[in-house]
């Protein structure tokens, strides 16, 4: 099943971009890979999947190469709400049974 | 407010003990799913449960139970507590029995201490 990884921690600054890799070497073909956000002491709210190529939503876009070994989740101009835990969940639905492996989080902090 | 609801919010008791921990998925989905967040951890699955039956299996301790029941509503036991056993746990709730093509959506989650 694939093992995910993202870097521990990320800074910006209000009014750029982040881009967040998640690193998915051992993708299958049924694997969907599907990001998070979570604020302390709170649940991880959906922010965006996809299964190949670029997703693109109101909140952010996710870009995923052609070998799927990765994914990149991009936030356009962050704000200082932006600052939070992500994290990448690869899901795998073979067979009616779900495999679900979330990384670890990246935390971000985003600085006036 | 995701429509997954969870009781209590807070629970405090002592090594040894059990609770019940109770979660309301979204309306209209069949799928409940369990997860553990110890501090400053990420999340890790613990067990799913779709339209009454278990559907996927994490790491879930063989003292931590689940049950889904007919109103789809679920409960997570968790028996002869150990202080490493205090977490905030999170229940979810998707449409469908596979996550591929389908999302999660979190409920606010119950903090256990465990004293």
């Known amino acids: 099943l694939a093992k995910t990884t993202q870097p521990i921690s990320m800074d910006s600054y209000e009014g750029q971009e982040v881009n967040i890799t998640c690193s998915h070497n051992?993708?299958?073909?049924?694997?969907?890979i599907t990001w998070y956000q979570q604020f302390p002491s709170q649940g991880p709210r959906f922010i965006i999947q996809?299964?190949?190529t670029k997703v693109t939503n109101e909140v952010a876009s996710l870009f995923i190469p052609a070998d799927r070994k990765s994914s990149t989740l991009s936030l356009p101009r962050v704000s200082l709400s932006d600052t939070a835990v992500y994290y990448c969940?690869?899901?795998?639905?073979?067979?009616?049974?779900?495999?679900?492996?979330f990384g670890a989080g990246t935390r971000l902090a985003v600085h006036p | 407010d995701s429509g997954v609801t969870q009781t209590p919010k807070h629970l405090i008791t002592a090594t040894g003990q059990r609770v019940t921990l109770r979660c309301s998925p979204r309306?209209?989905?069949?799928?409940v799913y369990w997860y553990q967040q110890s501090l400053d951890q990420g999340l890790q699955f613990l067990i799913q449960y779709y339209n009454g039956e278990e559907r996927a299996k994490g790491n879930i301790l063989e003292r931590f139970s689940a049950q889904q029941f007919p109103d789809l509503h679920s409960e997570l036991n968790l028996s002869s507590l150990e202080l490493g056993d205090s977490a905030l746990y999170f229940c979810?709730?998707?449409?469908?029995?596979?996550?591929?093509?389908?999302?999660?959506?979190f409920g606010p989650g119950t903090r256990l201490t465990v004293l």
């Open positions: 309306s209209g989905d069949l799928s």
């Open positions: 969940l690869v899901a795998r639905g073979a067979g009616g049974y779900n495999k679900l492996i």
């Open positions: 996809g299964y190949k």
């Open positions: 979810a709730s998707s449409a469908s029995a596979v996550l591929s093509g389908d999302t999660q959506y």
């Open positions: 051992n993708i299958a073909t049924n694997d969907y």
